[in-house]
Nanobody, 119 residues
Framework: QVQLVESGGGLVQAGGSLRLSCSAS????????MGWFRQAPGKEREFVATISRNGDTTAYDDSVKGRFTISRDNAKNTVYLQLNSLKPEDTAVYYC????????????WGQGTQVTVSS
């Protein structure tokens, strides 16, 4: 099992940047595909980005492509999400999640960190 703790959220003006971090417990962090999701008020949780176990493959939702960057440091058991050119519609609680291969289901979730973008 893995426990996930997000940090780095906050209030930022439109056009600004934030870097979210997600620290994982356990010694098998590199065994997990990691993902970031977000949930805005009154909306369903949605996919943001994912990164492969060794970090060589990433994928993004079209709404954040070119603005957000996912990365990981397996030595530090941490996955990051760099958020640039933020827009008010990026306001949401951001969650990191982990899944094992070959499952497509994310089994482990953090508690979330709030990102608020003011116009």
């Amino acid at each position: 099992q893995v426990q996930l703790v997000e940090s780095g959220g906050g209030l930022v003006q439109a056009g600004g940047s934030l870097r979210l971090s997600c620290s994982a417990s356990g010694r098998t962090f590199s065994a997990y595909v990691m993902g970031w999701f977000r949930q805005a008020p009154g909306k369903e949780r949605e996919f943001v980005a994912t990164i492969s176990r060794n970090g060589d493959t990433t994928a993004y939702d079209d709404s954040v492509k070119g603005r957000f960057t996912i990365s990981r440091d397996n030595a530090k058991n941490t996955v990051y999400l760099q958020l640039n050119s933020l827009k008010p519609e990026d306001t949401a609680v951001y969650y990191c999640a982990a899944r094992t291969v070959p499952s497509s289901r994310y089994n482990y979730w953090g508690q979330g960190t709030q990102v608020t973008v003011s116009s």
